[in-house]
């Protein structure tokens, strides 16, 4: 009988989306055949999600959750909007993200992690895959952590709560958690929501992009003919302003429309630490559906 590695086991699950074990046992009754395995699976109906694995999945939910002085959020996608509505896949990523908050953020951890069900995380998702009918993917996690202070959830559009299609955490370190720290928290959640800043601060803003903006500067400004000398004060002003655009604690606060947030955040006596924002669906290039060509393709025309 041929070997059965890890590595073997490892391809059958990612072909099918079928359990561990499973796979396993298939490829022993197949002798180490990958195509045999995979028959197997199906003949046990084990392996119902592997037509299902190319499909774009680029709906679905983010969920937070939280406890003392920590926060975690996740991404888990399905094809269809109509799944978000789903109770058995709402209380699927609920339990995720409280996955998330004891293990962290590793996926594989999360992944292999046990629900209360008795499967672990990525069982459970093939299960729903099954029964549900559509591609779904635990996307991506985060966690933040403070030693002092709260990190704060906020959800944009909650179909309950923690669950939505945009999801914040804002860490903020502070000498206590009253109250106070939690509204604020929540504030700086809904100003991340609505302003989608690049970093936190300057010195963390990605290099490439400063430089990728000062180069269109640069062309804009020496298009106007004037000096360099003029050029290089045009090119800085607008830097600032980029800053301004991008970067979370020099842009204005949304509650007010005056005071830059680290103002608004040195006069709580405060300190923003990290944040993160998802949102659903983005980056994940979707499928352009032709509803004529599949109504007459269900319709036999």
Request: glycine fraction near 8%; charged fraction near 30%; charge should be negative.
């Amino acid at each position: 009988m041929a070997a059965i590695t890890a590595a073997l086991v490892k391809e059958l699950r990612e072909k099918t989306g079928a359990g561990m074990m499973d796979c396993k046992k298939a490829l022993n009754e197949a002798n180490g055949e990958i195509e045999g395995a995979i028959d197997w699976l199906r003949t046990k109906g084990l392996a119902a999600a592997a037509k299902k694995s190319g499909r774009t999945a680029a709906e679905g939910l983010v969920g937070v959750a939280s406890e003392d002085k920590k926060a975690s959020m996740v991404e888990v996608n399905a094809e269809t909007d109509f799944v978000a509505r789903n109770e058995a896949f709402q209380n699927f990523v609920e339990s995720v993200a409280k996955v998330a908050l004891k293990v962290g953020e590793d996926l594989e951890a999360i992944k292999a992690a046990t629900l209360e069900t008795g499967r672990t995380v990525a069982d459970e998702l093939t299960h729903l895959i099954a029964t549900i009918g559509e591609n779904m993917s635990l996307r991506r996690a985060r966690v933040f952590t403070v030693p002092s202070g709260v990190v704060a959830t906020y959800v944009h559009g909650a179909l309950r709560p923690g669950l939505g299609k945009i999801g914040v955490l804002a860490a903020i370190e502070a000498p206590t958690a009253d109250d106070a720290i939690e509204q604020l928290g929540r504030q700086v959640g809904m100003h991340v929501a609505a302003t989608r800043p690049s970093s936190l601060d300057v010195t963390s803003l990605d290099p490439e992009e400063v430089e990728r903006e000062r180069a269109v500067l640069v062309e804009q400004a020496r298009a106007s003919g004037k000096p360099e000398a003029i050029i290089e004060k045009m090119i800085e002003g607008r830097i600032r302003k980029f800053y301004e655009e991008v970067v979370l604690l020099e842009q204005v606060w949304v509650h007010d429309g005056e005071t830059r947030v680290k103002n608004v955040l040195e006069k709580a006596g405060v300190k923003l630490v990290g944040f993160d924002r998802f949102q659903l669906g983005e980056g994940i290039e979707k499928e352009a559906d032709d509803f004529a060509a599949e109504v007459a393709k269900v319709s036999g025309v």
